[in-house]
């Protein structure tokens, strides 16, 4: 089993950190950046043809849920099944960064900030 690491590159490009995943802790992911088999992710391929990490990166959309890709049917059933609120995560991202959200999420063991 792996351990929750503050690595900035396991910050996914929806602002989940996977290093905090149980998937990615029990080695069945190696996260959003490194798992080639997540090409079904509009997300994910969006910032990829951009060049950029994450949507915090985006200079499109000054809020991600305007953002098709982002704001979905599919992500929106995930967030509501994970508890998750993404455009928290990415607007954390954006203000202090990605390393900085890193170290915050490991510290905490979250995958993502929750949905209140």
């Known amino acids: 089993m792996r351990k929750i690491k503050p690595d900035p590159s396991l910050v996914s490009c929806c602002g989940i950190f996977c290093g905090a995943c149980g998937s990615y802790l029990n080695q069945k992911c190696d996260g959003c950046h490194q798992t080639e088999s997540r090409s079904w992710c509009k997300v994910r391929e969006c910032c990829n043809k951009k060049g950029i990490s994450t949507c915090a990166q985006c200079n499109e959309f000054a809020d991600p849920n305007a953002c098709g890709k982002f704001n ?5 059933v995930v ?9 928290a995560c990415l607007k954390q991202i954006h203000e202090t960064g990605l390393e900085t959200y890193a170290v915050k999420m490991a510290a905490l ?8």
């Open 72 to 76: 979905n049917l599919i992500t929106k």
């Open 79 to 87: 967030g509501f099944f994970t508890k998750s609120d993404r455009p």
């Open 109 to 116: 063991k979250m995958r993502a900030i929750r949905r209140t």
